[in-house]
């Protein structure tokens, strides 16, 4: 596990937190191909956004984050973006996730931090 210290002309950060979601329902999804690709649609996500993932699961029906981020971002602004972005790029790309989630809504409300 490598340190990544973020600095500016003023100051020094190292930010960490650990998040965990969980799908809707806690139904058993993130199986084989789905698990696979909600692993690498969160992996970019964390690059777009400049966090470091220091580590992480997908499991059948939660994941578990621990990152570092930059203090220009905040906590609900990262999960969003994760959440959001792996939600509509699964179900746009798994369509028999749809059968399960009609509404659109992949991810349960609310994460742990």
């Known amino acids: 596990m490598s340190v990544v210290q973020r600095s500016n002309s003023h100051s020094v950060?190292?930010?960490?937190?650990?998040?965990?979601?969980?799908?809707?329902?806690?139904?058993?999804?993130?199986?084989?191909?789905?698990?696979?690709?909600?692993?690498?649609?969160?992996?970019?996500?964390c690059e777009s956004e400049n966090v470091h993932i220091q580590k992480g699961v997908v499991s059948k029906n939660h994941v578990h984050m621990h990152v570092e981020y930059r203090p220009s971002l905040s906590v609900s602004d990262l999960v969003k973006r994760l959440k959001g972005?792996?939600?509509?790029?699964?179900?746009?790309e798994f369509p028999e996730l749809n059968k399960r989630y009609w509404g659109r809504h992949f991810w349960g409300i609310g994460y742990g931090c």
């Open 13 to 45: 950060s190292r930010l960490t937190v650990h998040i965990v979601w969980s799908t809707k329902y806690r139904y058993d999804v993130l199986n084989g191909d789905i698990k696979i690709r909600c692993r690498t649609i969160l992996k970019q996500v």
């Open 85 to 92: 972005r792996s939600s509509r790029k699964l179900q746009q």
